[in-house]
Structures are given as C-alpha cells and as structure tokens.
C-alpha cells in the first residue's frame, strides 16, 4: 500500500485515472453528438415535410439555430477533451472559445418575454469578458509562438 503513495506511482495511477476519465467522457459526448444530430434531423424533417401555409418550419428559426449550436459546442466539448488526450494539457484557448459560443448560443436564442433585460446585459457583459479574454490569450500564443521560431 506505501508504494501506492510514493510521488512517481502516485502520479502515475493519477495519469491513468485521468486518462480513463476523458476517454469515458470522449465516448459519452460521440453519443451525446450523434443522438442531436438524429433529433435534429427527424425535427427538420417533420417541419419540411409537413407544409403550412404559414411557411415550412413549426419550430421558430431561434430554436433551430439553438439545436445547431448545441451540436457546435458538443463538438467543441470533444475537440477539448481530445486536444487534453493528445498533450495532456487543458488548452485554455479551447475553453474560451467553447464558452463564448455557449453565450453566444444564449445571445441567439434569448426570448425577451421569458427574461428581463438585466439577463441581456449579464450576456452581453460575458461575451465581451471572454471575447477579451480570447484576444489575450490569441495576443499571448502568438508572441509565444515568435520567441520560439526566433530561438529555433
């Protein structure tokens, strides 16, 4: 049981959990992505096909375009997780960018009847936050990016 504990075996049996762990959520997001893809895909069908004089679509635009956006930020989700197996970092960029579509789909989506428009201002004020945030980070990788081609 000490040898368990020892740093080296430690970080090891922390390694594999983490590996088992993004290899479990990579799975269960292909899943999660293929099931709204087919929900997707039989809601658009049943809207095409069943016409109305009032026009083609049952569902409005917005919770069409929200249905895409969440397969977007699904793939997004796994492109993280991926990107977290092939280097065994979290790239913060990726999770910037995740974010920002999830308010951005918010933002698309917002139904003023429903919210007030304290809620409009919190998105607004998030998507600037996380689209500063984004440039830095851009600002920061491509700097990095330059001192290592000049050390190279």
Same mark, same amino acid.
């Given at each position: 049981? /000490? /040898?368990?504990?020892? +740093?080296?075996?430690?970080?090891?049996?922390?390694?594999?959990v983490? &590996?088992?762990? !993004? $290899?479990?959520?990579?799975?269960?997001?292909?899943?999660?992505?293929?099931?709204?893809?087919?929900?997707?895909?039989?809601?658009?069908?049943? +809207?095409? #096909?069943?016409?109305?004089?009032?026009?083609?679509?049952? /569902?409005?635009?917005l919770?069409?375009?929200?249905?895409? #956006?969440?397969i977007?930020?699904?793939?997004? #989700?796994?492109? &993280?997780?991926?990107a977290y197996?092939?280097?065994?970092?979290?790239?913060?960029?990726l999770?910037?960018?995740?974010?920002?579509?999830?308010?951005?789909?918010?933002?698309?989506?917002? +139904?003023?009847? $429903? @919210?007030? $428009? &304290?809620?409009?201002?919190?998105?607004?004020?998030?998507?600037?936050?996380l689209?500063?945030? @984004?440039? #830095?980070?851009?600002?920061?990788?491509? $700097? !990095?990016?330059?001192?290592? %081609?000049?050390? %190279?």
């Amino acid at each position: 049981m /000490k /040898k368990i504990f020892k +740093d080296d075996n430690f970080m090891r049996l922390i390694h594999l959990v983490e &590996n088992v762990v !993004s $290899k479990v959520l990579s799975i269960a997001l292909v899943i999660v992505i293929c099931v709204s893809i087919f929900d997707l895909v039989i809601i658009l069908g049943k +809207d095409l #096909l069943t016409t109305e004089p009032v026009g083609f679509f049952n /569902k409005t635009m917005l919770e069409i375009f929200g249905l895409f #956006l969440n397969i977007l930020i699904a793939l997004e #989700l796994l492109e &993280n997780i991926t990107a977290y197996l092939r280097k065994h970092i979290v790239q913060v960029e990726l999770v910037v960018v995740t974010a920002l579509i999830a308010v951005a789909r918010k933002i698309i989506i917002f +139904d003023p009847a $429903k @919210y007030e $428009k &304290n809620d409009i201002i919190a998105l607004a004020l998030a998507a600037l936050g996380l689209s500063a945030s @984004y440039w #830095l980070i851009r600002q920061m990788n491509m $700097k !990095s990016n330059q001192n290592n %081609d000049r050390h %190279d």
